[in-house]
């Protein structure tokens, strides 16, 4: 059996691999190193008077961001 080089996958390619292969640990710790390899934004300290709300509106966008991927990934399906 070949081993897979994780590293050559894009992060695209990894989730999908690991999506796929869920009983596959390598792939599981591949995809674990990459997301914690990623720099970390920081969205409000504790102490912040306006914690609530900048936590809500970074949900916001981080579900508009996905809505708009799977509209532009289900537009690319459409069209190959």
Excluded at 17 to 36: E, V, W
Excluded at 61 to 75: C, D, F, W, Y
Aim: no cysteine.
């Amino acid at each position: 059996m070949s081993q897979i080089n994780y590293d050559a996958m894009s992060d695209a390619e990894l989730k999908q691999y690991f999506l796929k292969h869920r009983g596959n640990q390598a792939a599981f710790q591949a995809y674990l190193d990459r997301i914690n390899q990623r720099p970390r934004r920081i969205i409000a300290t504790p102490d912040d008077r306006d914690f609530d709300e900048k936590v809500q509106v970074a949900i916001r966008q981080k579900l508009e961001t996905g809505r708009r991927r799977n509209t532009q990934q289900a537009n690319n399906d459409q069209f190959s």
